[in-house]
């Protein structure tokens, strides 16, 4: 089926507009449903990897339908050893199975994910030293190692070391065409420093690093991330820029993200204009967008359903690709989740990868 590029354009800007003109783990859904920011529940200030006492107490609190073999005196795992020391970790794994178009079903039991997370607070409140260790599936990844400072009680904000970029939203999923289009995922941690502030209504960061997801430095190339959020207890609204210095071509990244809560459903939206320069001369554009909605509608359940839209090169005609989502998150008791979720694509005829369809189960412990 053909995509009308001008209609997803035109689907794409409602939305946002939608999304800005309305008054009033962790997943960012999650940060939209309970109007808070990223730092409220993570080591991260920005997002992603450990959980602190409060996000840990919110996941077993709001996220798990029951509570089980927990003493009346103890308010169970906080992902805190003392006050200088936290661990945690996250475990990802399961079944999938993908159809390609005139090839043979892939189905496999995998586990796709297995993290850890070591906090060092030499000293509480102000310096940290936090390292976040990939363990499965393959050897052991770093993908973060900084140095935290955190003065005026978390209100600036200094990270040195490895460490994930501020670009849009910080989603579970990698495979999202926002941030594969992008390049800055959980795959993708950069090395050099960055500074953060964080306001009652504001929340801001701006990165400078080697622009090379980790390995190493190389002369000429250098990147500058700055991602600015506006965060209000019903809705948000935030813009991301990105540009990484290459001798073999610039790339210059824009992207817009929001969200809103309306009753029981949680929104979010992005979209990534993203300019790579050329060897050859000229440029190439990327346009990528996604639309998700997350239903809670009973305790321990969330339904979780996304559109996106990618258009990989304005050089090319009829190259543009869809990918529609439904995933149903199931928490029956503290740190643990089911999930059974469904994904099809809709692309270049012809190209049976951009026509795929995947089906997967999968459980998450974490801690």
């Given at each position: 089926?053909?995509?009308?590029?001008?209609?997803?354009?035109?689907?794409?800007?409602?939305?946002?507009?939608?999304?800005?003109?309305?008054?009033?783990?962790?997943?960012?859904?999650?940060?939209?449903?309970?109007?808070?920011?990223?730092?409220?529940?993570?080591?991260?200030?920005?997002?992603?990897?450990?959980?602190?006492?409060?996000?840990?107490?919110?996941?077993?609190?709001?996220?798990?339908?029951?509570?089980?073999?927990?003493?009346?005196?103890?308010?169970?795992?906080?992902?805190?050893?003392?006050?200088?020391?936290?661990?945690?970790?996250?475990?990802?794994?399961?079944?999938?199975?993908?159809?390609?178009?005139?090839?043979?079903?892939?189905?496999?039991?995998?586990?796709?994910?297995?993290?850890?997370?070591?906090?060092?607070?030499?000293?509480?409140?102000?310096?940290?030293?936090?390292?976040?260790?990939?363990?499965?599936?393959?050897?052991?990844?770093?993908?973060?190692?900084?140095?935290?400072?955190?003065?005026?009680?978390?209100?600036?904000?200094?990270?040195?070391?490895?460490?994930?970029?501020?670009f849009g939203l910080r989603?579970?999923?990698?495979?999202?065409?926002?941030?594969?289009?992008?390049?800055?995922?959980?795959?993708?941690?950069?090395?050099?420093?960055?500074?953060?502030?964080?306001?009652?209504?504001?929340?801001?960061?701006?990165?400078?690093?080697?622009?090379?997801?980790?390995?190493?430095?190389?002369?000429?190339k250098e990147q500058t991330?700055?991602?600015?959020?506006?965060?209000?207890?019903?809705?948000?609204?935030?813009?991301?820029?990105?540009?990484?210095?290459?001798?073999?071509?610039?790339?210059?990244?824009?992207?817009?993200?929001?969200?809103?809560?309306?009753?029981?459903?949680?929104?979010?939206?992005?979209?990534?204009?993203?300019?790579?320069?050329?060897?050859?001369?000229?440029?190439?554009?990327?346009?990528?967008?996604?639309?998700?909605?997350?239903?809670?509608?009973?305790?321990?359940?969330?339904?979780?359903?996304?559109?996106?839209?990618?258009?990989?090169?304005?050089?090319?005609?009829?190259?543009?690709?869809?990918?529609?989502?439904?995933?149903?998150?199931?928490?029956?008791?503290?740190?643990f989740q089911t999930r059974?979720?469904?994904?099809?694509?809709?692309?270049?005829?012809?190209?049976?990868?951009?026509?795929?369809?995947?089906?997967?189960?999968?459980?998450?412990?974490?801690?």
């Amino acid at each position: 089926m053909q995509i009308h590029k001008s209609y997803a354009y035109s689907l794409a800007a409602v939305i946002a507009l939608g999304l800005t003109g309305v008054p009033s783990h962790a997943e960012p859904y999650l940060a939209v449903e309970s109007g808070l920011k990223c730092a409220a529940c993570h080591t991260n200030p920005s997002g992603g990897g450990k959980r602190n006492v409060f996000g840990m107490t919110y996941a077993r609190a709001a996220l798990a339908e029951r509570i089980l073999l927990q003493e009346e005196a103890s308010a169970g795992w906080a992902s805190e050893i003392n006050n200088w020391l936290g661990i945690g970790g996250d475990y990802r794994g399961g079944y999938s199975e993908v159809d390609l178009p005139g090839s043979q079903d892939v189905s496999e039991w995998s586990t796709t994910k297995g993290t850890a997370y070591l906090e060092i607070r030499p000293v509480p409140g102000l310096l940290t030293l936090y390292v976040d260790e990939q363990l499965a599936p393959g050897d052991s990844i770093n993908r973060e190692a900084y140095l935290l400072l955190t003065p005026k009680d978390g209100r600036f904000t200094v990270k040195a070391g490895q460490f994930f970029l501020p670009f849009g939203l910080r989603l579970q999923d990698d495979a999202t065409f926002v941030r594969q289009s992008s390049g800055i995922n959980f795959d993708t941690p950069d090395d050099g420093i960055e500074f953060g502030i964080e306001l009652p209504r504001w929340s801001a960061q701006v990165a400078v690093s080697n622009g090379t997801a980790g390995t190493g430095s190389v002369s000429g190339k250098e990147q500058t991330s700055l991602s600015v959020a506006y965060v209000l207890p019903r809705w948000r609204i935030g813009t991301s820029i990105n540009v990484n210095e290459d001798p073999l071509g610039d790339r210059e990244m824009f992207a817009l993200f929001a969200g809103l809560k309306t009753g029981p459903i949680s929104w979010l939206a992005e979209i990534d204009l993203i300019s790579d320069d050329l060897p050859q001369g000229g440029t190439r554009d990327t346009y990528a967008t996604l639309v998700e909605g997350n239903w809670r509608f009973r305790k321990g359940h969330n339904l979780k359903a996304s559109y996106e839209f990618l258009d990989p090169s304005d050089l090319a005609s009829e190259d543009e690709q869809e990918r529609y989502r439904i995933v149903w998150e199931y928490s029956p008791f503290q740190l643990f989740q089911t999930r059974v979720g469904f994904t099809s694509y809709n692309g270049v005829p012809g190209i049976p990868t951009t026509n795929r369809s995947e089906f997967f189960v999968e459980a998450h412990v974490y801690f």
